[in-house]
Nanobody, 122 residues
Framework: QVHLVESGGGLVQAGGSLRLSCASS????????VGWFRQAPGKEREFVAT????????YYADSVEGRFTVSRDDNKRTVYLQMSRLKPEDTAVYFC??????????WGFGSWGQGTQVIVSS
């Protein structure tokens, strides 16, 4: 069973950057699409980005397109989310999960972890 652990969150000023990591403590992630999701205080969890198992296709929410980049290193069993030009509205707990299509978007179908907190100050 795949178990994913998020890390790399923190406090950053608006306009700054952070890189989040999503590491598998179990099997390789090679066969899986992996997605990033976030949940802001008082809001529902939402899709952020997905990278397919091939590593050649990525998908982003409109709100992060052009600012965030998802990548993977299957040798390290890790998926990354590079976040740049951060905005206060990016403040949320960020989660990674195995991802599958859900209607017109993507959703996580594995177990949800604890996530990693990102706070962007204005």
């Amino acid at each position: 069973q795949v178990h994913l652990v998020e890390s790399g969150g923190g406090l950053v000023q608006a306009g700054g950057s952070l890189r989040l990591s999503c590491a598998s403590s179990g099997p390789t992630l090679r066969a899986y699409n992996v997605g990033w999701f976030r949940q802001a205080p008082g809001k529902e969890r939402e899709f952020v980005a997905t990278i397919l198992s091939s590593g050649e296709e990525t998908y982003y929410a409109d709100s992060v397109e052009g600012r965030f980049t998802v990548s993977r290193d299957d040798n390290k069993r890790t998926v990354y989310l590079q976040m740049s030009r951060l905005k206060p509205e990016d403040t949320a707990v960020y989660f990674c999960n195995l991802a599958g299509p859900d209607g017109a978007g993507w959703w996580g179908f594995g177990s949800w972890g604890q996530g990693t907190q990102v706070i962007v100050s204005s």
